[in-house]
């Protein structure tokens, strides 16, 4: 069986901040215990995309992970950590020091494994490419380094989306990764069939945990041997993720489909919004003790905005929710 810890509903943390930017650590914890809350939650995972993982030093990363970690165990959820290294200035197309970003990861790992995490998620790294190199042999490398430094820390990889396509998973690549035995997983954020099924039927009948980083592709993925999703959703309503694989899973085909398009209509709700803002709002107006900011320090919405919104995905929830 994949680990626990890797299936059903992963929810890829918001990342809170202070007002001057920072990591908010409290409020961060106060999200876990909302999403424990709701019994449709798994694992969280700290320092993911929707949290700006790019914007992370190193101690960014150990404050974080330390709150999170601790929260997740105190309340029976699996936790990850984003352990890659430090990509500051990747918006200006500046790469960082390969030695160094790899020395952070390996160093990020450690710090989780201490903490007691469930795993460590290593995004491909886009940011060892060189013009020239082999981006899948700079891959492999960079995986196997951190995972031999790890003690018995399990390793899960994510396709984050946008990545070039030198660097991307194959299922030859995806396989040769695997022969690495802590490797248990990967994140793959894609909803484009012709992505996702070579790699699916690469692992099929083994242990590997799959997971579809696409909320749009989850029922898609389950029907081909993916265990688990991690999305954005997944923090803002994660009962509708959940209704589809409980549907799916008791043999409920149309249910699972009908509970799919509420999905597909809840990413529609904030396609004009910034998910994490309007997210960390949600939370908040359900119960989350947390900030209500990230770390782009943009201003909250509206109330009658964020009213409008809860509104709309409660709607849902119930309708995903009746038999």
């Known amino acids: 069986m994949p680990p626990r810890y890797c299936t059903g509903v992963v929810a890829p943390l918001f990342t809170p901040a202070l007002p001057d930017g920072a990591v908010d650590p409290d409020s961060a914890a106060g999200l876990v215990d909302h999403l424990a809350g709701t019994g449709a939650v798994r694992s969280v995972f700290c320092r993911s995309g929707l949290g700006k993982m790019y914007t992370f030093t190193v101690d960014d990363t150990k404050r974080l992970a330390r709150a999170v970690v601790a929260r997740a165990k105190r309340r029976g959820l699996g936790a990850l950590v984003g352990c890659a290294g430090e990509w500051l200035r990747r918006d200006e197309g500046v790469l960082p020091d390969p030695g160094r970003y790899t020395e952070q990861a390996v160093a990020l790992a450690r710090h989780a494994r201490s903490l007691g995490a469930d795993a460590a998620v290593l995004v491909l790294p886009a940011a060892l490419i060189r013009p020239g190199a082999d981006a899948h042999e700079i891959l492999f490398d960079h995986v196997k380094t951190v995972h031999d430094a790890a ?173």
């Open 151 to 323: 003690g018995d820390l399990p390793i899960v990889l994510y396709q984050a989306p946008g990545l070039p396509e030198a660097i991307r998973l194959t299922p030859a690549v995806l396989t040769r990764l695997r022969s690495l035995p802590r490797v248990v997983g990967a994140k793959v954020s894609s909803a484009d069939d012709a992505v996702m099924r070579p790699l699916l039927d690469s692992v099929r009948g083994s242990d590997f945990a799959f997971l579809c980083g696409d909320e749009r592709y989850f029922l898609s993925g389950l029907r081909q041997g993916a265990v688990g999703v991690i999305g954005e959703g997944a923090c803002i309503a994660p009962s509708l993720l959940a209704a589809v694989e409980r549907r799916f899973r008791a043999g409920d085909p149309a249910g699972a489909e009908r509970a799919q398009r509420m999905v597909a209509e809840a990413i529609a709700l904030k396609e004009d919004m910034d998910p994490s803002l309007a997210g960390l709002q949600r939370m908040a107006r359900r119960g989350a003790k947390t900030a209500l900011r990230d770390r782009s320090l943009k201003p909250p919405y509206p109330d009658s905005r964020i009213v409008a919104f809860d509104e709309a995905l409660l709607a849902l929830e119930r309708e995903a929710a009746a038999p």
